[in-house]
């Protein structure tokens, strides 16, 4: 399978890693510090195009292939992975759209969020369902010409200067996973309540809102998909949202690795830079290692995803992975600066806060490896 990037492509991540190393790595810790949100700040990435990644040209986007994408995500999350979170929600939502939204709404709303600089958001978690999203209890009423919306929502992504959602919910009384629909949502109504969840351990500058629904209305023609078929939409989002967050995973990694290596390189211990003892450098193979093995998770995810083939169980091997391993790396990179590895005045700090979210959300690790292991006895059993 190719893995390689065309001169475009690999131009265009080239332009992102120099935009997001110069410009976002002193913002993002601000960010981090106030906890204050990036979404004020992304001007300049929707004049780069980068807000419309996942968007067809013909709705003013750069129609970017999955693998490339994935490099773009990974390249923001190693200067900011609060950006490159805020970046990821916003292109599966504009994939969702494009890829279930009738075409009279589709063009329309997927050019606002190309380049109208409105952002997007993902609302399926709620507070007593997040593992078992078909638990959902938001009730979507039928009314004339559309639908009416009430209930609450938990830990939505962009979901304070999201403009258009989309939005998990029942739709009949039968009360079981044939009972859900997906939504679009317009959040700019009466009836939308948002209030902004503080005291995040890590990736403080994306957003994160609990969303209150009360007799909010969406017109018929906003149902993705048919009605009932909520759950497949959500599902099949995730299976794309989850190369994101492992290529995000693999960018806060290598931020971590970088880190480690300059400052073991700097560092004296016993008369020595401690990059010359052995226990160090095991922790920078094992690290650079596990990037690598990561990377190719993700690619291999995406390559899947982009010539149309089940891709599924590579996504969830990819998250579970990636996320896992930026973790026990960014334990290794705050490791190798010991004690100024635990205060702010690194960046390690900061990067092993962030790291612990990536194998939380769009399905926790227990749940990859329950897709990865449903995959695994279907193909036992079928042999
Ligand atoms: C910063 C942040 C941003 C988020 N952004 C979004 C967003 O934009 N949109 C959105 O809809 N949601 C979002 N989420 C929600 C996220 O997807 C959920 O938190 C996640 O799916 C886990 O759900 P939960 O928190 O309810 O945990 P629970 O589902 O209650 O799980 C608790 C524990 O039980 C385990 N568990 C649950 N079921 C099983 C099982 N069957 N087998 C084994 N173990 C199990 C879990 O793995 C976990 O360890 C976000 C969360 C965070 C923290």
Redesign the pocket.
């Known amino acids: 399978m190719a893995t390689t990037l065309s001169d475009d492509h690999q131009l265009l991540i080239d332009a992102v890693r120099d935009y997001a190393r110069a410009e976002l790595i002193s913002r993002d810790a601000e960010w981090d510090r106030t906890e204050s949100s990036c979404c004020a700040d992304l001007t300049q990435l929707y004049e780069m195009g980068l807000m419309a990644l996942r968007v067809p040209e013909s709705d003013g986007g750069l129609a970017c292939p999955m693998l490339p994408y994935a490099h773009i995500i990974r390249e923001l999350a190693y200067a900011s992975p609060a950006v490159a ?1 805020t970046v990821a ?1 916003h292109s599966m939502v504009c994939e969702v759209i494009r890829m279930f939204a009738d075409e009279s709404v589709r063009d329309k709303i997927l050019s606002s969020l190309a380049m109208g600089g409105h952002l997007s ?5 709620e507070a007593n ?4 999203p078909a638990a959902a209890r938001t009730r979507a009423e039928k009314v004339d010409g559309g639908w009416r919306l009430n209930g609450t ?7 304070i200067a999201g403009r258009w959602f989309i939005v998990l919910a029942r739709t009949s009384r039968r009360e079981d996973e044939r009972d859900l629909s997906m939504l679009l949502m317009d959040a700019e109504q009466d009836g939308v309540t948002r209030r902004a969840i503080h005291g ?1 351990m890590g ?1 403080r500058g ?1 957003e ?1 809102a609990e969303l209150s629904l009360e007799d909010v209305f969406v017109p018929d023609e906003h149902m993705l998909g048919r009605p009932g078929q909520g759950l497949n939409v959500a599902l099949s989002a995730l299976d794309g949202g989850r190369i994101g967050i492992a290529a995000q995973a693999v960018g806060i990694a290598e931020a971590c690795l970088d880190a480690m290596v300059s400052y073991s390189r700097e560092r004296e211990q016993f008369k020595r830079p401690i990059s010359k003892f052995e226990a160090i450098q095991w922790m920078i193979a094992d690290s650079q290692t596990e990037i690598a093995a990561a990377t190719l998770l993700f690619e291999r995810a995406a390559e899947l995803k982009e010539s149309g083939q089940p891709f599924t169980s590579e996504s969830a091997m990819a998250k579970l992975y990636a996320s896992e391993m930026a973790n026990r790396v960014a334990y290794r990179a705050v490791q190798v600066h010991g004690g100024y590895g635990f205060v702010n005045e690194f960046r390690v700090e900061q990067l092993y806060r962030d790291a612990r ?1 990536t194998t ?8 990859q490896r ?1 897709v990865i292991a449903r995959e695994v006895l279907r193909k036992f059993d079928e042999a």
């Open positions: 979170v929600v958001a993902f609302a399926i978690s369902s997040g593992s078992d929502k938990m830990w939505v992504t962009n979901g995040k990736i994306s994160t979210v939380i959300y769009e399905g926790t690790s227990e749940i329950y």
